[in-house]
């Protein structure tokens, strides 16, 4: 079975950095992508980022692109988020998910495979 364990969340003042790791286990095969999504209190989970595995390709949300990076070790099986210049409108449940078919990277549908969230919050 495929399992994800996102770590790395915790509090931090506007203009600060923090850096997420999504340690992946249980994939058979390489083709597979794994995406960062947030959850704010009383919203709905929106996409942040998500890396293929395949060719590498990266995908950000107009929000973050120039302040958050997105990347793979394969040799410690983890995803890390790189999140600089945060905002409090940054504050949320960051979830890691996965999908072996990659069609829409920030639709939640298209992941079959979730972690427990970590929580960031971000001080004004």
């Known amino acids: 079975d495929v399992q994800l364990q996102a770590s790395g969340g915790g509090l931090v003042q506007t203009g600060g950095s923090l850096r997420l790791s999504c340690a992946h286990s249980g994939f058979i095969f390489d083709d597979y992508a794994i995406g960062w999504f947030r959850q704010a209190p009383g919203k709905g989970r929106e996409g942040v980022s998500c890396?293929?595995?395949?060719?590498?390709?990266?995908y950000y949300a107009d929000s973050v692109k120039g302040r958050f990076s997105i990347s793979n070790d394969n040799t410690k099986n983890t995803v890390y988020l790189q999140m600089n210049s945060l905002k409090p409108e940054d504050s949320a449940a960051y979830y890691c998910?996965?999908?072996?078919?990659?069609?829409?990277?920030?639709?939640?549908?298209?992941?079959?495979?979730w972690g427990k969230g970590t929580l960031v919050t971000v001080s004004s």
């Open positions: 890396i293929s595995n395949v060719d590498g390709t990266t």
């Open positions: 998910a996965a999908t072996e078919k990659l069609v829409q990277w920030d639709n939640t549908d298209n992941m079959d495979y």
